[in-house]
């Protein structure tokens, strides 16, 4: 049995106050459902995904009780980053065994205006292990400044090596309404910009956004803006970093399961949008992945590879380092991306010939990896 991504919605990232994360979710959740032309009395399940500033017990239930739907079904979800793209495999699992006909997803919180940043690295601090790393001070953006200090030496590459990659994201969020970052920068400014964890500078990072995001899973389509969720994968190969092998981190072996469920290889893929957390992060998966050989991902985009126009057209949004990070929704934004793409309702940032994307979403520090797939419902 097939599934469908029927209903998208997204709201601008940045720094927002005066909603909290309820009201993010509701407010996605409303634009998906417009999206899909269905109201509150035709969703039989509800996932939410965590929020660090609101940390309900219950989000599902909560964001349901306000939106006005009675589910059938409905749970929270937590696995980091991969948070959003692990509730849609849960709900393409759901509508495939009949247990719901329509199932809506939500995400949003407002970590940047209602969390102190101190707060927000303790309280992300502990996906490393809780007595060999969080002691010692690790903290997210360390964690993933080993890998980037690892990465750099293995290939013999300088710290400049990987400041294409949030220049390139950023050349796609100048033209995306609603993103977090949208003046222009290039690799002096990446590089000029003040340490956080040495090697990665400030825009190696992602921003912290107050945003959220939404979808409607469907057993059907519901319009012919619908497409079709063609495969879904996951690995999780560890949880710390102590534990993590730099070649098999469980993106490849995702991407390969859904990739084979929807009888495609690489070559079929127009479209991509890759967890960028970080610079090294996006590195690293797009290199699991095959996209560019190892300690090349920094050079291929120098060299355009990722621009819409190139040969992997990637996070055209802008990603997590432009369009923004809020929290389990900045993963779903790179699948509202290529949902838009596949759509062909991108504008002047529209990739040609669209037929089919592959969206990556990436947990803890490399940890959860989940894929999916996404094509035009019309191919079969």
């Not at 035709?42 to 017990?57: D, M, Q």
């Not at 079904?73 to 991969?82: D, E, K, T, W």
């Not at 993106?251 to 890759?274: F, K, N, P, T």
């Amino acid at each position: 049995m097939t599934a469908f991504l029927t209903g998208v919605g997204l709201t601008p990232f940045g720094r927002q106050p005066g909603r909290d994360s309820l009201d993010w979710q509701c407010t996605a959740a409303g634009m998906a459902l417009d999206d899909a032309g269905l109201g509150p009395d035709r969703v039989g399940a509800v996932i939410a995904g965590y929020s660090t500033v609101a940390n309900h017990l219950m989000p599902a239930n909560l964001a349901a009780e306000r939106l006005g739907i009675r589910p059938d079904v409905a749970f929270g979800m937590s696995v980091g980053g991969a948070t959003g793209l692990a509730m849609v495999a849960q709900a393409v699992a759901l509508v495939r065994s009949a247990a719901a006909e329509h199932v809506l997803v939500v995400a949003g919180e407002n970590r940047a205006s209602g969390q102190a940043r101190t707060t927000s690295t303790t309280v992300l601090a502990q996906v490393g292990h809780a007595a060999y790393e969080v002691p010692l001070g690790g903290n997210v953006p360390a964690y993933y400044a080993l890998l980037a200090s690892r990465y750099l030496w293995s290939h013999g590459l300088d710290d400049g090596a990987l400041a294409a990659l949030p220049v390139q994201m950023r050349e796609h969020a100048v033209g995306t309404a609603g993103a977090h970052f949208r003046e222009p920068i290039t690799v002096a400014d990446v590089l000029a910009s003040r340490p956080v964890a040495e090697p990665l500078r400030l825009l190696d990072c992602c921003p912290v956004s107050d945003g959220g995001a939404a979808f409607v899973i469907s057993r059907a389509p519901v319009s012919e803006r619908s497409l079709q969720i063609a495969g879904v994968g996951q690995a999780h190969r560890h949880q710390h970093l102590s534990e993590l092998d730099p070649d098999d981190t469980g993106a490849s072996r995702a991407a390969g399961i859904a990739l084979g469920e929807a009888g495609m290889d690489l070559g079929g893929v127009h479209v991509w949008g890759i967890y960028d957390s970080f610079s090294i992060t996006v590195a690293m998966i797009v290199e699991e992945l095959g996209l560019a050989p190892p300690g090349c991902a920094g050079a291929y985009a120098q060299a355009g590879a990722f621009q819409a126009d190139g040969r992997y057209p990637l996070n055209t949004h802008g990603g997590l380092l432009s369009y923004g990070h809020s929290g389990v929704a900045g993963g779903m934004a790179h699948l509202a991306e290529v949902a838009g793409q596949l759509r062909g309702e991108r504008g002047v940032a529209q990739v040609r010939n669209c037929e089919a994307g592959y969206v990556h979403a990436d947990g803890g520090v490399l940890s959860a990896h989940v894929g999916v797939v996404l094509r035009k419902a019309s191919r079969s």
